[in-house]
Nanobody
Framework: VQLQASGGGLVQSGGSLRLSCAAS????????IGWFRQTPGKEREGVSS????????YYAPEVRGRFTISRDNAKNTVYLQMNNLKPEDTAVYFC???????????????????????WGQGTQVTVSS
């Protein structure tokens, strides 16, 4: 079971990147997905999440309207499209997945790292001003 994150890089403020998270050894379909980010000295924070049937998404307020989470079941891959990037978006980004069915407190659960069973290795995003 492995998640392989890619797509990070250096971009100027206002630019775009698309992060990918490819799964191997299991099927992402029917699993909830989360993207998190972390900067040195800070806790990992939730950025966006997608529920198991793709019917519900959530975005942290600081990225809402700029980031889009999506899934391609045929490629067993999830994506995070990031537009209008800002220097404060600079971080290592992680994808994660869980098969847990969350019935109550979905947003809080999906934005909490301990909810997730499997994690990608992280990809660095650096936004220059």
């Amino acid at each position: 079971v492995q998640l392989q994150a890619s797509g990070g890089g250096l971009v100027q403020s206002g630019g775009s990147l698309r992060l990918s998270c490819a799964a191997s050894g299991f099927t992402l379909r029917d699993n909830a997905i989360g993207w998190f980010r972390q900067t040195p000295g800070k806790e990992r924070e939730g950025v966006s999440s997608l529920n198991s049937d793709d019917s519900t998404t959530y975005y942290a307020p600081e990225v809402r309207g700029r980031f889009t989470i999506s899934r391609d079941n045929a490629k067993n891959t999830v994506y995070l499209q990031m537009n209008n990037l800002k220097p404060e978006d600079t971080a290592v980004y992680f994808c994660a997945t869980t098969a847990k069915i969350i019935k109550k407190g979905w947003i809080v659960a999906m934005m909490t790292p301990s909810t997730y069973a499997y994690w990608g290795q992280g990809t660095q995003v650096t936004v220059s001003s």
